[in-house]
């Protein structure tokens, strides 16, 4: 019989201590009570690590590391980690649970997780890493950037995750997306020896609903592998240019609508809120609900220059939020409408220059480690950049900004206070490197530097982030994949890696509750409040949604918008010879939104037109080509009729242009 490893629950959750009434604390490290236990035959019990809340599932990774998810949320405790977490399980390490306190359990250092799951209240539970099982001749479940990844349930708000985990010497770290959010509440995930996923939920309201009184359900989910694109990742380029890679090439006919993308920050956003149908009735996630959401307009969008990526801008977006775009894509037979795809404004900003030569790049990464960007960008052109190109001699800069605040203290729950004060952090960052490189930070931070190793040195300041710029000699033996990235603080020297959002883009600034560009008062609406509005739009009293939807939430089948039931008036030159040409100033003027109506239209009208075979030029009746207006201009006619209709009428190449203004029209459902 094989050794098997097993968690059991805390002596007392609402008492985390064990504080008696005369204020004394008994929690014991020793006790076998919220640890994770080795136990093998013949031999007593092991504690492997002390500090777990509630761990509902466990398993082991391809490596042989052992993870567990953690039931963190509302802990009783004003320090105990408010999100729920994903751990990796190491031998003699305390979770948090109950955390350091300087009276009641003083010697202890609370690790912190490899991603924490939020906003508060996902309560996470079963957990599959997505390898092949039978002995690895089983197929993983969804395309090839998919395998090797944790697909993670969150119970409380029927979610589906899936959570990337990069190995490196000092580490973990974790990039999450939710790929899905159920009509039920999701316990259990397994995947099966021909590639599907086994999702097991339960019925009853959030938080654990009707329990095992309850009726549950198992469903297979299958994947099917076809030729539609699937986004691999978002990130923000610049203040208003965002860009989102996909894993193949795509067909520009059918991203003709471009200008219909939404793009929404807020401190509780993520993609595809408007599929969910759960929540727990706190109050702190009540509180999360009247979190106001941004919408930042679409001035523009078209498809990247490798074919692979939409490239949009927005109006600037600098604060920290988190962000959520829904990009139009059209529905057929057995997949919704719409694909939603999360990011944030994390990442490094990265240029290289040859030493001798004109090549040059500047672009994005995830991360600081060379590691971590091999695996992130595994599935994008930034990949060939940094493998190939950058081998040969030059000079690679790199810019963040680090917050290294409370990198070993739990975040506080919401509206709690602690009734002490932690000491100051000294937190020191290492990179380690083959070749030489340079240092440059803020006055506040100490740097030392020897050979291949930099360090720096500081005391961190609640949001106050680090500029830091890190410069490169590279070559073929000592390329970007070779930077080695760790942390550690005076009081723990032991190397951890560095999570992504603890590096933020040089010009992003810390989240405020509103952003500065917003700040305006609509007198109108001056004193109400959103929470209540919403409540009352949905409630059975009001019952606004039964036939109208805000943000895909509501009624299907609503009524059309009034500017859609319009004439369609054609505002170009006349289309037959002799006919008197329209006196436009005598027409009413159409509403914003119907004018863009006409002009997507004349865009797919000018889509159509040129897959037929081109007119003569000189044909009577026909429009001289130097007359048309640029509305009539296809959004990126690259087609190969389109190519030979152009040359035809002695045009150049077509490329893409900016599309109009986004409409506000609704959209219904995500493509999953």
Not at 145 to 166: M, P, Q
Not at 512 to 517: D, I, N, T
Not at 633 to 652: E, K, S
């Amino acid at each position: 019989m094989a050794p098997s490893t097993r968690a059991s629950a805390p002596a007392n959750y609402s008492n985390g201590y064990l504080v008696d009434k005369q204020g004394e604390g008994h929690y014991d490290l020793k006790k076998p009570r919220g640890v994770v236990l080795k136990i093998a035959p013949g031999k007593k019990p092991e504690i492997v690590a002390t500090g777990v809340r509630y761990l509902t599932s466990m398993s082991i990774n391809r490596h042989g590391d052992l993870f567990a998810t953690d039931q963190e949320g509302a802990t009783w405790l004003p320090n105990g980690n408010p999100f729920d977490e994903l751990l990796h399980i190491q031998k003699g390490r305390h979770y948090g649970f109950p955390p350091r306190h300087p009276k009641h359990l003083p010697d202890v250092i609370d690790e912190p997780s490899v991603f924490d799951y939020g906003p508060q209240h996902q309560s996470t539970c079963g957990f599959r890493f997505n390898e092949p099982v039978g002995k690895g001749k089983g197929k993983t479940f969804g395309p090839s950037h998919w395998r090797n990844a944790a697909f993670v349930t969150g119970e409380s708000r029927g979610k589906l995750y899936r959570t990337r985990l990069v190995k490196t010497p000092a580490g973990y770290v974790a990039q999450n997306q939710v790929i899905a959010s159920l009509g039920m509440l999701p316990v259990d995930v397994a995947v099966s020896n021909w590639g599907d996923l086994v999702v097991a939920c339960h019925s009853g309201p959030p938080d654990w609903g009707t329990g095992p009184a309850g009726t549950g359900k198992l469903f297979m989910i299958e994947f099917e592998h076809s030729t539609e694109p699937i986004p691999v990742v978002a990130w923000a380029a610049s203040p208003t240019e965002t860009i989102v890679e996909f894993d193949r090439s795509l067909e520009p006919l059918q991203w003709k609508n471009l200008s219909q993308t939404i793009v929404e920050g807020g401190l509780y956003v993520s993609a595809g809120d408007r599929f969910e149908r759960f929540r727990p009735g706190y109050e702190v996630v009540k509180a999360q609900m009247k979190s106001p959401r941004f919408e930042y307009p679409v001035l523009s969008a078209g498809l990247g220059s490798n074919g692979r990526s939409i490239i949009l801008r927005t109006a600037e977006r600098t604060d920290a939020f988190r962000y959520a775009i829904t990009l139009p894509y059209p529905e057929k037979e057995g997949r919704a409408a719409g694909i939603d795809v999360a990011f944030d404004l994390t990442g490094v900003d990265a240029s290289w220059r040859e030493t001798q030569g004109t090549n040059a790049w500047h672009g994005w990464l995830p991360h600081l480690d060379g590691t971590v960007n091999r695996e992130l960008t595994a599935s994008t052109d930034s990949r060939v950049w940094l493998s190939d190109l950058m081998s040969n001699p030059g000079t690679l800069t790199l810019r963040t900004q680090l917050d290294l605040w409370s990198m070993l203290h739990p975040a506080v729950q919401a509206g709690a206070t602690l009734d002490y004060e932690y000491p100051p952090e000294a937190v020191t960052v290492a990179f380690r490197w083959k070749r030489k490189l340079s240092l440059d930070v803020d006055k506040s931070a100490r740097v030392e530097v020897s050979d291949g190793l930099a360090k720096l040195i500081v005391a961190p300041v609640k949001d106050k982030w680090l500029p830091v710029t890190l410069t490169l000699a590279t070559d073929k033996n000592a390329g970007p994949l070779d930077l080695e990235v760790s942390w550690s603080t005076k009081e723990d020297p032991r190397p951890r890696a560095l999570p992504l959002h603890r590096m933020l883009m040089p010009w992003a600034v810390p989240a405020r509750e509103k952003p500065g560009s917003f700040d305006r008062v609509i007198p109108e609406i001056a004193g109400g409040d959103w929470g209540q509005g919403k409540k009352i739009y949905f409630g059975e009293k009001a019952a606004c949604s039964k036939c109208h939807a805000v943000r895909g939430e509501g009624a299907h089948d609503r009524p059309r918008p009034v500017e859609s039931r319009l004439p369609r008036l054609r505002l170009g030159p006349p289309r037959r010879q002799g006919t008197e040409r329209l006196d436009q100033s005598r027409l009413p003027r159409l509403p914003r939104r119907a004018r863009r109506r006409q002009d997507a239209d004349r865009h797919s009208q000018r889509l159509r037109r040129h897959d037929r075979p081109p007119r003569r030029p000189d044909r009577q009746g026909d429009d001289d080509p130097t007359e048309r207006s640029p509305l009539d201009r296809p959004v990126a006619d690259v087609t190969d009729a389109g190519q030979a209709a152009r040359r035809a009428h002695g045009r150049p190449a077509a490329r893409s242009v900016p599309v109009p203004a986004r409409s506000t029209a609704g959209r219904e459902t995500m493509r999953l």
